[in-house]
C-alpha cells in the first residue's frame, strides 16, 4: 500500500507499526520513504493484558498471535504518545484488518482516561480497511489455540466492549474516521468492516472483487483515478445511495486522510 499511497501524491514519510516478532511483512519498492517502529519497544511487557510475548535469552523481543488485542493497542497508544504526541506532532493512521481494532480501543482508552494509557493521543484522520468491527467467523477456528482470535470472533467480549463504548473514539482536537469494508471480503465481511459510526463508511459491491488482500493495492489492469468501482456510502451513518461509482480502496484512503470524503451523496 505504501508505494501505491505514493502514487496517489501522498507525499509524507511513512511509519510501519510493527507488533509481532520478526515483522517486516509491509514493504516498499525503495520508492517511498518509511519507517518501521516496533510497539513493543513503548510501554511496559507487564501491565495491561500482558501476554503472547516472544523471549530470547529471556529478553522479550516482540509479541505473537496470543498477544490479546488490548495489550498491543496499548503499546501502540505509547508509540504515538511517544514519538509524536507529547512533541505536539498530529498523526493519520490507517489500520488494515486487526490494525483498525488496535487504533480504535487505543484511542477509546486514551479518551476514557485510562491510567494505563498516556494521557492523550493527537489522531487526526483514521482509515480502517477490512478491519472485523463486529467479528469474523474466519476466527471461530483459530481461537481454540490463539488469543487474538477469541477476541475477534462474532459476539466476543471484546468486540461487544467496543460496539457499547467506542463508536467513534476521539483524540485530541477531534477523530475523522472511515471505515471500508467489501462484499467480496472472504475474510471479513462487508457490514462487519463497516459497523462503527464513521464520517465515511464504504462497502464495496462485488463487482470489483475486492478481496482481503486488496484494499492495500490496485489491482492488475486498474488505475488510482478510476472512478468505477461500485460502493454503498454511508455519512455518519445515513445511507447516501444504494450503490454508486467510487474511487478505488487506496484512492479512499488517501482522500480521507487529506480530509477529502468523495462525497457522492
Not at 522479550?60 to 504518545?81: E, K, P, Q
Not at 490494525?99 to 485510562?114: E, M, S
Not at 488510482?224 to 444504494?242: P, S
Request: with cysteine; glycine share 8%; proline share 4%.
Amino acid at each position: 500500500m505504501l508505494d501505491a499511497l505514493r502514487d496517489t501524491g501522498w507525499i509524507n514519510t511513512f511509519v510501519v507499526a510493527n507488533y509481532y516478532a520478526d515483522d517486516n511483512n509491509c514493504s516498499s519498492d525503495g520508492r517511498t520513504p518509511m519507517v518501521n517502529v516496533d510497539i513493543g519497544d513503548y510501554g511496559s511487557h507487564d501491565v495491561h493484558y500482558s501476554s503472547g510475548h516472544v523471549s530470547e535469552n529471556g529478553v522479550i523481543v516482540g509479541h505473537s498471535t496470543d498477544a490479546r488485542i488490548r495489550h498491543l493497542a496499548y503499546h501502540w497508544a505509547w508509540m504515538v504518545y511517544e514519538r509524536y504526541t507529547k512533541d505536539l506532532h498530529p498523526i493519520k493512521a490507517v489500520g488494515h484488518s486487526m490494525g483498525g481494532l488496535i487504533i480504535r480501543y487505543a484511542i477509546h482508552k486514551v479518551q476514557a482516561g485510562d491510567p494505563a494509557f498516556p494521557p492523550r493521543l493527537v489522531v487526526e484522520d483514521v482509515v480502517t480497511l477490512g478491519t472485523p468491527h463486529i467479528g469474523t467467523d474466519w476466527a471461530n477456528a483459530c481461537a481454540i489455540t490463539h488469543e487474538q482470535c477469541r477476541d475477534l470472533r462474532p459476539d466476543s467480549d471484546f468486540l461487544n466492549y467496543l460496539d457499547d463504548n467506542a463508536q467513534n473514539p476521539q483524540g485530541d482536537g477531534g477523530t475523522e474516521w472511515t471505515a471500508i469494508g467489501s462484499e467480496d471480503d472472504e475474510t471479513v465481511p462487508g457490514d462487519s468492516a463497516t459497523h462503527m459510526t464513521a464520517i465515511e463508511e464504504l462497502r464495496y459491491d462485488t463487482d470489483p472483487a475486492i478481496g482481503h488482500g486488496d484494499y492495500m493495492h490496485l489491482k492488475l489492469g486498474s488505475h488510482l483515478l478510476d472512478y468505477d468501482a461500485r460502493a454503498e456510502i454511508w455519512h455518519y451513518g445515513k445511507k447516501c445511495t444504494q450503490f454508486t461509482t467510487t474511487f478505488w480502496p487506496v484512492t479512499v484512503t488517501h482522500l480521507a486522510l487529506g480530509n477529502l470524503v468523495d462525497d457522492n451523496c
